[in-house]
């Protein structure tokens, strides 16, 4: 093998001919090797020393999937693998295979992620180009996010909140404001795992007692405002004072937690330089990324996680393909080729975060018994590349120790069908949360619990 496939260049290296020494530009042969992220060899715990709870992760992947190679030929227990689900045979009665289903009040294209886990009609307020609503993780961590340092975690390959109809989150509040995402493996890790040294725990009660100062003033005078305002402003402002009253609880559970010690965790062999940017580096990007919400669910700091894989109409495919041009496809067989080759190369880091859970043992049974996985995309781009809302692609594994039942295909009519809000009300009640209602949800979805 070749020698600078382990040693770095010097950054001292020149060229050297007819009596002259030039100086070379900074090359990434010359970056330590540290730097340059390789398949991880990061390993599952054989056990988890958490209690036995319910959690979910939900994994969106952006512009839609191959369907015809996504789509099982029958259904039932008894259905055939789809040529790309073959990916996942391994865990063939951890999943169940969810086709046919979608959101009626989405208009499809590139806004998927935004309405994902809302359901929402984005347009649904006259006068309004833009209105999100709540997101199912947000309703769960509503509910038991106190029990954890942090209520929930919100990753994607772009950080912040993106724009309307291009979020790179798929979080919202009560109020639909997005939540902003991590991409970043070291800052994710840092936030989790590093302790707070005195002068951060100084810091953040700092940030709480100004905070706090500036919510009181807040509250006060919008408290006397409300008195001369007619009833469409008094109901915008309540809307305000309940986005405050979260900003308020969130500061308070900072100060809860500033005592309480982080949990250690050894860094060793997670590839935390990892660049979701980077063509090289996304299958170990995706990977790291997987491996910390699998720390994060093994120490109990959290117990609900998003994590948008990739932006729409955008972002890299697992391999570094431009997955977005490849969604439009309009019937290429060439394209279709490489776009179920993209949906494959994901599956392939599904399966194997899969296997981390199933790997580890708790409360005598496996993580992942004990974890909802669902995963999918907000966006059809069907036979001809057409962006359409109806037929998503979606899985879901896991949870088998709070009743959910796999190794199944539901099918159902794309034109007749209940809509995916039964599948989001159904995580939602497994969670915890007692509840039968969410967005247009008919009820829970018959067959997968």
Not at 97 to 104: A, D, K, R
Not at 322 to 341: I, P, V, Y
């Amino acid at each position: 093998m070749h020698p600078l496939l382990h040693t770095p260049l010097s950054r001292r290296t020149a060229l050297r001919g007819l009596g002259v020494s030039l100086s070379l530009p900074l090359l990434e042969a010359m970056l330590p090797r540290s730097l340059h992220a390789a398949p991880s060899t990061y390993k599952p715990l054989a056990k988890s020393g958490a209690k036995p709870t319910p959690r979910v992760i939900f994994c969106y992947v952006s512009n839609g999937v191959n369907i015809l190679e996504w789509m099982p030929p029958d259904n039932g227990k008894g259905y055939k693998l789809s040529p790309t689900l073959e990916t996942l045979k391994d865990h063939r009665e951890n999943f169940s295979v969810l086709t046919g289903l979608g959101h009626p009040n989405s208009t499809g294209g590139h806004s998927g992620a935004d309405t994902w886990l809302t359901g929402a009609n984005l347009r649904a307020v006259p006068g309004k180009d833009y209105t999100n609503t709540i997101s199912a993780d947000q309703v769960i961590a509503e509910k038991i996010g106190a029990q954890t340092r942090f209520p929930s975690l919100e990753i994607g390959d772009m950080s912040g909140t993106g724009s309307a109809l291009h979020s790179h989150t798929l979080a919202f509040d009560r109020n639909g404001t997005p939540l902003p995402t991590e991409n970043n493996p070291q800052h994710l890790f840092e936030r989790l795992f590093v302790p707070d040294d005195a002068a951060s725990r100084e810091a953040t009660l700092k940030r709480y007692a100004e905070k706090r100062s500036i919510l009181d003033d807040v509250l006060g005078e919008a408290k006397a405002l409300d008195k001369k305002l007619g009833k469409s402003d008094q109901s915008k402002l309540a809307e305000y004072l309940a986005s405050v009253r979260e900003t308020e609880l969130r500061v308070q559970r900072q100060v809860d937690w500033v005592d309480v010690p982080k949990p250690k965790v050894d860094p060793t062999g997670l590839q935390l330089n990892s660049k979701p940017g980077d063509a090289h580096d996304r299958p170990m990007w995706l990977d790291v990324m997987l491996e910390i919400s699998y720390l994060a669910f093994l120490t109990d700091a959290t117990r609900v996680i998003t994590f948008e894989w990739a932006r729409e109409a955008g972002g890299y495919g697992p391999g570094g393909q431009n997955h977005h041009e490849l969604s439009h496809h309009g019937g290429d067989a060439g394209m279709l080729k490489k776009l179920a080759e993209v949906d494959r190369g994901y599956l392939e880091r599904l399966n194997r975060f899969l296997t981390f859970l199933k790997s580890t043992e708790e409360g005598g049974k496996s993580m992942l018994d004990h974890t909802m996985v669902v995963y999918g995309s907000g966006m059809n781009s069907g036979e001809r590349g057409d962006h359409s809302p109806k037929n998503l692609p979606l899985l879901v594994a896991g949870g088998q120790a709070w009743g959910l039942k796999h190794g199944q295909h539901l099918a159902h009519d794309p034109e007749k069908h209940p809509p995916l809000s039964n599948v989001l009300l159904t995580v939602t009640q497994k969670m915890g949360v007692e509840t039968d209602k969410f967005q247009d949800a008919t009820g829970t979805l018959t067959g997968l619990a």
